[in-house]
């Protein structure tokens, strides 16, 4: 049998393996070891979560604290990827990238472009993303889609511990700058992940699982929702098709539509909020290029409006339920 | 100990200088046209800061520049035939036509290019400096930027870092006495920029912008003491900028006669020219044939740069990500 391992350790590898491969590769972030300048254990934390544990005792000297100095250091990161390193810098949490945006979207994401095609930046720029912490407001927030709205970057959004490790392994091979977006509740998910070293490419979506009357593009930690959805409504006779886009930028268009095109009816899924989201680029996707195949209107599964709140009586009703994918699938089918 | 200058550096300095000026002057000329697309924001008056700072460096050391960066480039060795096509929005520019003024960078000398966000550099050097470091190079890097800048919060976070990594960055306030039409005697709250090295446990200095030696010798310390392992500094070139905050700026905000009298009692092109004759380093022989080569090659750079062609709609997309 395969070798289990967890979302988080799949993270770990991936980052222990490339860089023990690549000597360019460092790993820089707020306690990504943990303990700099301290009297005790160095390597105390490994990450605020204890991804990064381990990686500064077998790479001396490239598992870099930094001080609470997000555009500090992520900008430091972008200036050494444009002299051959490849840093896998840590936000920590994504909502921090209101502090350091300029460094990502004005810098890294437009060097290529603006220096006409003589940058190269092979940064990585890590964060957690997501609900269900009881981490409130702005501890909680899905903001893939900010990101996916830049030319220039790259944005990842694994689903699972086998994806986590390869795309990871893609994005500090990647050329380009990558955002690389962990969702927090993931971290304990265990799924089969090979030893040895892969790459997962981006912009090729996974069929999750096959069906004929209803596609259901979920993103993130929503994939596990359609999953639960899809089994529910198998028990009703709907066949969901689950597409995981694994990465909104590049996105993979193709498989979206020719399965939209198959079933002639699409739910989207996301976690973040519902303007100007995935779900509504997606949807308009559908919209534009598959509409003479639509048997229903598109149905989009967002959070609502509102930041993400603290109680767990609210957060709960806050993050896309299976239960509202599977309502929303009984309505399509019978909408006519 | 900073390098001792020879008759060669001193010709050659004189010539970027020149170069520098040459070329603003002649976009403030001709963007009087209005053939010149955009924003453009002339360096001229701070010659010598650029040229100082830039004859300690060789060309894998690291700059980061600002919107008013026309300068930095030409000093740093990126080729001004390029620049100014690459500033008529022509396909032959440094950056095909697609950066403009703000965005000129040629990270084969070195330089990471203008930036049209004020304070952007900081931490970008931080991030050359830290390769440089852990692959055990000898390289510096320089951030240069504006007494505006040197609110921003990135300039702070970058110092701190630099000191915190102990990087071979040296940090190069441009305090040219105003962000904009703000003065900095109002924006800047302690008297020198150069006060605030302190705060973060590296040398801080302030020098006087206008004459070329005391910047190669200020900067020349610092970049010194940063290749031997000893950390960031602060300098603080204290100069003024000849024209607006961009060309079409009235500057009715500047005090009647102000650019008048510095152009004419402080100006760096006049202060090195007198030097280096009057003391027979230098004849004013070679340095009108300096003048003369340099407005030609000028003069050369805005017919091609008239001339070549812009980009074309097959140029829209590419260069966007290296694969997609």
């Known amino acids: 049998m395969a070798r289990k391992i967890t979302y988080q350790q799949a993270i770990n590898e991936a980052l222990d393996q490339e860089m023990s491969r690549d000597q360019n590769v460092i790993v820089m972030g707020e306690d990504v070891a943990g303990g700099a300048g301290s009297p005790g254990e160095q390597d105390a934390w490994g990450g605020v979560l204890g991804v990064t544990r381990g990686l500064y005792h077998k790479h001396p000297g490239r598992v870099i604290d930094t001080p609470i100095s997000e555009s500090g250091y992520v900008g430091a990161a972008v200036g050494a990827a444009c002299c051959g390193m490849r840093p896998v810098a840590e936000l920590m949490f994504v909502d921090f990238l209101g502090v350091c945006f300029d460094q990502i979207f004005n810098q890294a994401a437009k060097f290529r472009y603006m220096f006409g095609g003589k940058a190269e930046t092979p940064v990585v720029i890590r964060a957690m993303y997501g609900a269900g912490f009881r981490a409130a407001a702005q501890h909680s927030q899905c903001l893939y889609n900010v990101f996916t709205h830049i030319p220039g970057l790259k944005v990842v959004v694994p689903s699972n511990p086998y994806d986590a490790k390869g795309l990871l392994i893609q994005s500090i091979r990647d050329n380009d700058p990558v955002i690389f977006l962990e969702h927090k509740a993931l971290y304990t998910m265990e799924g089969e992940v090979p030893e040895e070293s892969y790459t997962v490419p981006f912009g090729e979506a996974a069929v999750v699982r096959e069906g004929h009357d209803i596609t259901i593009v979920a993103l993130g930690r929503m994939v596990q929702k359609a999953q639960e959805a899809a089994a529910e409504l198998q028990k009703a006779g709907i066949h969901c098709e689950i597409i995981d886009p694994r990465t909104t930028s590049p996105l993979d268009t193709d498989t979206i539509l020719e399965s939209v095109e198959k079933t002639g009816r699409l739910i989207v899924v996301d976690e973040s909020h519902p303007r100007c989201s995935m779900a509504s680029d997606i949807a308009g996707l559908a919209a534009e290029r598959a509409f003479a195949s639509l048997k229903a209107p598109i149905r989009q599964i967002t959070g609502p409006h509102a930041p993400v709140p603290f109680s767990d009586a609210l957060e709960e009703l806050y993050i896309p339920s299976a239960a509202k994918i599977v309502a929303a699938a009984k309505s399509l089918k019978e909408y006519r | ?324």
Not at chain 2, 25 to 53: C, K, M, N
Not at chain 2, 70 to 93: F, L, N
Not at chain 2, 212 to 223: H, M, P
């Open chain 2, 1 to 324: 100990m900073t390098k001792q200058l020879t008759r060669d550096d001193l010709l050659k300095a004189y010539r970027t200088m020149r170069t520098i000026r040459e070329f603003e002057e002649r976009l403030h000329t001709d963007f009087a046209t209005g053939e010149i697309p955009g924003f453009v924001h002339l360096y001229a008056g701070e010659e010598a800061s650029a040229t100082g700072v830039c004859m300690n460096l060789g060309p894998d050391d690291h700059i980061a520049s600002t919107h008013r960066g026309h300068g930095h480039c030409i000093a740093k060795g990126v080729d001004p035939v390029g620049m100014m096509a690459e500033i008529w929005g022509r396909k032959t520019g440094t950056c095909k036509g697609k950066g403009g003024s703000m965005h000129i960078a040629d990270l084969s000398v070195g330089m990471l290019g203008a930036n049209g966000i004020v304070g952007g550099g900081g931490p970008l050097v931080c991030g050359t400096a830290l390769a440089a470091k852990l692959r055990g190079q000898p390289l510096v890097s320089v951030c240069f930027f504006g007494d505006g800048a040197s609110n921003q919060g990135t300039i702070f976070e970058a110092m701190n870092l630099a000191a915190v990594w102990k990087l071979p960055v040296i940090f190069l306030a441009e305090n040219n006495g105003y962000a904009e039409a703000t003065s900095s005697n109002f924006s800047v709250a302690c008297a020198n920029i150069a006060d605030r090295a302190s705060a973060f446990g590296m040398p801080g200095v302030t020098v006087d912008g206008f004459d070329f030696f005391a910047v190669y010798e200020a900067a020349g310390a610092a970049i010194e003491r940063a290749r031997q392992g000893g950390g960031p500094s602060l300098v603080e070139v204290k100069l003024s900028r000849y024209y607006g905050h961009f060309e079409g700026d009235q500057q009715t905000y500047r005090a009647p006669g102000e650019v008048q009298n510095i152009r004419e009692t402080k100006d760096c092109l006049l202060q090195f020219a007198r030097r280096v004759t009057s003391n027979g380093q230098i004849g004013q022989a070679e340095l009108d044939a300096i003048d003369a080569e340099v407005k030609a090659l000028i003069d050369a750079s805005v017919v091609k740069a008239k001339s070549d062609p812009k980009p074309g709609e097959a140029d829209l997309l590419t260069d966007v990500y290296v694969s997609y």
